[in-house]
């Protein structure tokens, strides 16, 4: 990209009369990726406020839109008369500012550039205001991010009228998080098993949960260990939504893209001789194999539910997490399996 001169015109100014250019001779149509935050703030040496305030402009011009994991794209319709280059579209009121847009334009730019491309000034910029503005309503980035996932959560909840059975409630909520995982994927990488969030609408949905599991005669470990099991399938594929996203738009390639580029390395493994299951299904898959997390999400949920099945309902004494199920009590030699 040629970078168009003139030392009084803001730098965002002339990052959008250059992308607004390409737009209108035609060298990007409509649904065709424009540059990212992180490619504009390389490429024009900038920072990524200044990156994210000309894609606000050019988003404010009508000239692109934002797409979930998509990023920013060219919009369908793109007006044949572009604003002076300037005189941009007039920011928002700053009497206007709520926490609530503070909280959801950032959401929308971790849906649509990732969690790594959030900071306080994006948000500012992509809002139209002062770099600082956004303090006056939160006061970190932390807790920004906090509030963000609070609200995410926060966008399912369960009918008062609960299903029939622990089983179905226990399925509607890992849907549910399932849910709000594949529309917010930076979701699952802020928070372990082992120091989990501490936001009231993520605990709603734990307390769907135990309170499904709840009243079968479980003692409390044993019952917050089956919770737990429960959730870490969820978070724990959910991981990789993210994981993806972020590979693709640093690398470049597409998940086939990347596995295309590993075939001599997956080809030296085959043919070492020293992987012969592995090689037997490797070998086995006409068009390769096809990591469906979808379907791995509920094949995988299922069978743990069947498994979890008998100690739910009482018709086993096998161990969870180290506690015998049928009296609740430290039990290691009952729960060591046979030698």
């Known amino acids: ?171 509607l909520g890992a849907r549910t998080l399932w849910t709000l995982y594949r529309r917010h994927p930076w979701l699952a990488q802020l928070g372990s098993l082992t120091r989990p969030l501490l936001v009231p609408n993520l605990m709603a949905h734990g307390e769907w949960m135990l309170s499904a599991l709840d009243g079968h005669g479980l003692d409390p470990t044993t019952l917050f260990d089956l919770h737990v099991l429960i959730y870490s399938h969820v978070q724990g594929l959910a991981v990789h939504l993210e994981w993806e996203a972020h590979a693709e738009a640093s690398t470049g390639q597409s998940e086939d893209q990347w596995m295309d580029s590993r075939t001599p390395a997956l080809r030296a493994l085959v043919e070492s001789g020293r992987f012969p299951t592995f090689t037997k299904v490797v070998g086995a898959f006409d068009d390769g194999y096809d990591l469906r997390l979808d379907a791995l999400f509920e094949s995988g949920f299922k069978a743990l539910l069947d498994g979890l099945a008998p100690i739910v309902e009482g018709q086993a004494t096998g161990c969870v997490g180290g506690r015998h199920r049928a009296s609740g009590e430290h039990a290691h030699d009952q729960c060591r399996p046979p030698s």
């Open 1 to 171: 990209m040629t970078k168009p001169t003139g030392a009084s015109v803001p730098p965002y100014l002339r990052i959008v009369a250059g992308i607004r250019r390409r737009i209108v001779d035609g060298e990007l149509g409509p649904g065709d990726a424009v540059p990212s935050t992180r490619q504009i703030a390389r490429e024009w040496g900038v920072a990524l406020a200044t990156a994210t305030k000309a894609l606000t402009t050019l988003r404010l011009e009508g000239l692109v839109e934002t797409r979930p994991r998509a990023g920013t794209v060219v919009a369908g319709a793109v007006p044949v008369t572009p604003p002076r280059r300037h005189s941009p579209p007039a920011p928002p009121s700053e009497q206007e500012l709520t926490l609530d847009r503070v909280v959801r334009t950032a959401i929308d730019i971790a849906d649509t550039e990732g969690l790594s491309a959030l900071s306080m000034r994006g948000v500012a910029a992509r809002l139209g205001v002062a770099a600082m503005s956004p303090y006056r309503y939160v006061p970190s980035k932390d807790d920004l991010v906090l509030l963000m996932a609070d609200a995410a959560f926060g966008e399912e909840t369960y009918p008062a009228d609960a299903p029939e059975g622990w089983r179905s409630r226990i399925e």
